[in-house]
């Protein structure tokens, strides 16, 4: 694909794949332009402040401006960059067509990191935040240069537009993105059962009902990868490729569930959530008071303290609610992509069975 209109790029993302598999790397990437309004065009028109190519010499090229969001940006080995595949590249701004890769310490390219959530607590204490934070980077390229033998795309529309879904790296973004849901959903699942459990309301309709909203959402993301696979096809580079249609409804759906899964937390463990020790209290004097005091029929305090301290970092912490923005935002403006859901989507059979019995009610009629 990459090789259409210049055959030593595509050698070059061919070379660059086999790179980063045989040294083992760690990417991050980065996707949207920085824009000074959010008012002004998403199309990537130029604003002096987008990334871009500024010059062309004989040992590549001179990207400058900025762009977010690095995710992992602190602890990886390169940088990826491609085009957007949720904002369109506008004709005219052919120097916004860019796609190449970067060593994370390339003269010029600066991260800009995020404040850690690691709060320097315990496991016990903030048990995912302490573990598990990505780190999140606005990506600045300062008159960078990019040999040539990393340049992928230069200055194509065409091919900026259309790499995403022809490659088929569209519908595998999308299969890795629901798998991730699978598996968090599954997660939040299991931390309510546990949570209703220790708190003796599994059997309580109206605590049921909030808690079948997750089982919901978790067989949906299941369900959508299953027909995501059972109708992939090939591609014309010989690629198997799931079917984006169901995985793009899951990840909208997801965008949703995930903060309305925060909430339900929220709800299932009310003022349980409100004022947790930490695991230093249990070695105080104050230890067999709340043994005594904050144990259950299945939990003894500790253990109690310590399923709600786990409830806590996913559904009230920093660290939570940095989770429920990506869920909300890193796929792109949720507006847009619903927009975007149904202009894509093929209707016809829809249509069609609509006109189908208007026309059989029609006939009958005469």
């Avoid at 598999?21 to 604003?47: F, M, Y």
């Avoid at 960059?81 to 860019?98: F, G, K, Q």
């Avoid at 409830?311 to 890193?330: I, N, P």
Wanted: contains cysteine; proline residues 3%; hydrophobic residues 40%.
């Amino acid at each position: 694909f990459f090789g259409q209109k210049n055959e030593t790029f595509g050698e070059n993302i061919t070379n660059y794949a086999h790179h980063v598999r045989d040294q083992d790397l760690s990417l991050t990437h980065t996707l949207v332009n920085v824009r000074k309004s959010k008012s002004s065009s998403p199309l990537l028109k130029g604003d002096d402040l987008g990334l871009r190519c500024v010059e062309e010499t004989g040992k590549g090229i001179v990207v400058k401006g900025a762009r977010v969001l690095a995710t992992l940006a602190a602890i990886s080995d390169e940088l990826l960059v491609l085009p957007s595949s949720a904002t369109r590249t506008d004709p005219e701004s052919i120097n916004y067509a860019l796609g190449f890769a970067l060593p994370c310490d390339t003269k010029g390219l600066r991260f800009l990191c995020r404040e850690g959530l690691d709060l320097g607590r315990s496991f016990f204490d903030h048990p995912l935040g302490s573990r598990f934070d990505e780190s999140d980077a606005l990506v600045i390229f300062d008159d960078v240069l990019v040999p040539w033998e990393r340049v992928f795309i230069l200055k194509d529309v065409d091919l900026a537009n259309r790499h995403a879904a022809e490659t088929g790296a569209g519908g595998h973004i999308r299969s890795q993105v629901i798998v991730k849901n699978i598996a968090k959903s599954q997660f939040i699942l299991g931390l309510a059962a546990l949570m209703t459990e220790t708190l003796g309301t599994s059997e309580t309709p109206h605590i049921q009902a909030l808690a079948s909203e997750l089982v919901v959402t978790h067989e949906l993301m299941k369900a959508c990868v299953t027909a995501s696979v059972e109708n992939a096809t090939m591609n014309d580079w010989g690629l198997i490729t799931p079917d984006s249609t169901p995985l793009t409804a899951a990840r909208a759906t997801f965008a949703k569930g995930y903060p309305r899964a925060m909430e339900i937390l929220q709800l299932l463990g009310s003022s349980s959530l409100m004022a947790i020790p930490t695991e230093a209290d249990f070695e105080t004097e104050m230890g067999g008071f709340l043994e005594n005091y904050l144990g259950t029929d299945t939990l003894n305090g500790k253990q109690r303290t310590q399923l709600f301290r786990m409830a806590w970092d996913v559904a009230c912490s920093s660290f939570g609610g940095r989770q429920g923005l990506y869920e909300k935002f890193f796929t792109g403006d949720p507006h847009r992509t619903a927009s975007a859901i149904y202009s894509r989507y093929d209707k016809n059979e829809a249509k069609d069975s609509v006109l189908a019995i208007l026309e059989a009610t029609t006939a009958k009629v005469k």
